[in-house]
């Protein structure tokens, strides 16, 4: 069993920054990936960016430039610097888990998500 942790969420003003981290514990994979999905009111959910216990990564097209996904495997810790902040990007935000490097988020381990809000 895993167990997810995040912090970092806030309101932002547009074209400002946060950092989101998630900590993971529990049964762990040294072959795992990581990520961030989001959701938005009455939007579906979307994936931000996953990356592997390599560093392989991966972002959604509406953030690649804008956002960073990092890990420091050592904490178990994986992170997303978000840069240049749009209203767009408000939502719920949500650190995942999967055991392997083929993520299913249906079978992913979540954690209980953390809001931001990008609003003058």
């Known amino acids: 069993q895993v167990q997810l942790v995040e912090s970092g969420g806030g309101l932002v003003q547009p074209g400002g920054s946060l950092r989101l981290s998630c900590v993971v514990s529990g049964s762990i994979f040294s072959r795992n990936t990581m990520g961030w999905y989001r959701q938005a009111p009455e939007k579906e959910r979307e994936l931000v960016a996953t990356?592997?216990?390599?560093?392989?990564?991966n972002y959604a097209a509406s953030v690649k430039g804008r956002f960073t996904i990092s890990r420091d495997s050592a904490k178990n810790t994986v992170y997303l610097q978000m840069n240049s902040l749009k209203p767009e990007d408000t939502a719920v935000y949500y650190c995942?888990?999967?055991?392997?490097?083929?993520?299913?988020?249906?079978?992913?381990?979540w954690g209980q998500g953390t809001q931001v809000t990008v609003s003058s």
């Open positions: 995942v888990y999967c055991s392997s490097y083929v993520c299913n988020p249906d079978y992913a381990s």
């Open positions: 990356i592997m216990s390599g560093t392989w990564t």
